[in-house]
Nanobody, 124 residues
Framework: QVRLVESGGGLVQAGGSLRLSCAAS????????VGWFRRAPGKEREFVAA????????TIAGAVKGRFTISRDIGKSLLYLQMNSLKPEETAVYYC?????????????????WGQGTQVTVSS
């Protein structure tokens, strides 16, 4: 069973930036789609961004478009989420996820492997 491990979360001031990383403890991301979701306190988990590991145009949620970028390093088998201009309301646990459904959908039920999440706190 693959295990995804996120890193890079932390405390940042509003307007600041963070870069999250995700690695697969077993296997790789090849032939999968990978993505990021987040769950804010008291809210449902929501889609943030996703892409096919093989390439192509990523899918970015409207709320973060223009500020967040999803990318991957094929050689290192790492997935990234670059987050700029962060807002306090984006305080959440951010999760990395993987799916073998290609083309993928942006619903969390389509993703079958998840990390434990990394906390991102944006102070005002």
């Amino acid at each position: 069973q693959v295990r995804l491990v996120e890193s890079g979360g932390g405390l940042v001031q509003a307007g600041g930036s963070l870069r999250l990383s995700c690695a697969a403890s077993v296997g790789t991301f090849s032939s999968y789609a990978v993505g990021w979701f987040r769950r804010a306190p008291g809210k449902e988990r929501e889609f943030v961004a996703a892409m096919s590991w093989s390439g192509g145009i990523p899918t970015i949620a409207g709320a973060v478009k223009g500020r967040f970028t999803i990318s991957r390093d094929i050689g290192k088998s790492l997935l990234y989420l670059q987050m700029n201009s962060l807002k306090p309301e984006e305080t959440a646990v951010y999760y990395c996820a993987r799916t073998n459904s290609i083309p993928y959908r942006t619903t969390e039920t389509d993703f079958d492997s998840w990390g434990q999440g990394t906390q991102v706190t944006v102070s005002s």
